[in-house]
C-alpha cells in the first residue's frame, strides 16, 4: 500500500539480532595483525561451516572503557568487506576489579555497529531464567562438536532434561518463582491489612486526643465561674 509523506516520516524500522552461537578464539591476534589487517586463510579455517551466518565479532578487554579503539574500527571495516557484510555489530566485554584486594570482578557489555563512519551503540538484552521461557533456551551443543562432548552430553543428559527436552532447572525454578509469588502476594494482603488497621487506630487515637483537650478546655472555662461565685 502507498504511503503519504507525512505518514512515511512517522515510520520507524527496528531490527533485531538475535545472537545464540558464537566461535570462541583462544588467543589474540587469532585471524588479524596489530594494524587491523585479515590473515584471510586463519579467519577461513575458523568460519569454514557458518561464513554467510556471521552478524558480527566480539572481544574480550581489562580495565578498559567500553569504546572502540582505532584498530578495532579498521578491523571491524575488512571484516564487513571480506564477509561482504553491511552492518556487522561488535560487541564488547570488558571486566575491572570492584575492591582494592580483587576479590570482586564485575563485567560490562556494549554492543557497537559502524554507520556512515560513525559508532553507535546498540541496546543489548540478555536473556537469563527470570526473562524468557524454557522453550527459549538452546538444548543442542553450541561451538564444540567433539565425539567426546558428545558422549558426555549423551551420558548426563537424562539428570538435566525431561522426556520432552525441557529442562528441568528451569521448570523447577519456575515452579519457586510462581510459589514465591504466592507467598509473596500472601504476605502484601496481610501487610496491607495491618497498615489498615494501623491507619484506624491512628485515626481514633487522634480523635481521642481531640475530645480529651475539648475537656480539658471546658473545665478551664468552668474554673473561673465557680470562683466567682
Not at 157 to 170: C, I, Q, T
Amino acid at each position: 500500500d502507498a504511503l503519504p509523506i507525512s505518514q512515511i516520516e512517522d515510520v520507524a524500522v527496528f531490527y533485531t539480532i538475535d545472537i545464540q552461537k558464537h566461535v570462541p578464539c583462544h588467543r589474540p591476534f587469532s585471524f588479524y595483525n596489530s594494524a587491523g589487517d585479515l590473515n584471510e586463510q586463519a579467519l577461513k579455517g575458523m568460519l569454514s561451516s557458518c561464513k554467510k551466518k556471521v552478524i558480527g565479532w566480539y572481544k574480550l578487554r581489562r580495565n578498559s572503557d567500553q569504546t572502540m579503539t582505532y584498530r578495532e574500527r579498521i578491523l571491524h571495516k575488512n571484516l564487513e568487506c571480506h564477509l561482504s557484510r553491511e552492518g556487522l555489530v561488535f560487541l564488547l566485554l570488558t571486566s575491572s576489579r570492584t575492591t582494592d584486594c580483587s576479590s570482586t570482578h564485575k563485567v560490562e557489555y556494549a554492543l557497537h555497529k559502524l554507520q556512515d563512519g560513525i559508532v553507535q551503540r546498540v541496546s543489548m538484552m540478555v536473556d537469563n531464567l527470570g526473562m524468557v521461557e524454557q522453550h527459549g533456551y538452546r538444548t543442542g551443543s553450541g561451538s564444540s562438536v567433539s565425539v567426546g562432548f558428545c558422549q558426555a552430553v549423551k551420558k548426563h543428559r537424562a539428570e538435566f532434561f525431561n522426556e520432552d527436552d525441557s529442562l528441568k532447572e528451569v521448570l523447577k525454578i519456575n515452579s519457586l518463582y510462581s510459589s514465591l509469588q504466592e507467598t509473596l502476594k500472601k504476605t502484601c494482603v496481610k501487610v496491607e491489612a495491618s497498615e489498615r488497621s494501623v491507619e484506624s487506630l491512628l485515626t481514633n487515637i487522634n480523635e481521642l486526643k481531640q475530645e480529651i483537650a475539648k475537656k480539658k478546655d471546658l473545665q478551664k472555662q468552668q474554673i473561673p465561674g465557680d470562683r466567682k461565685s
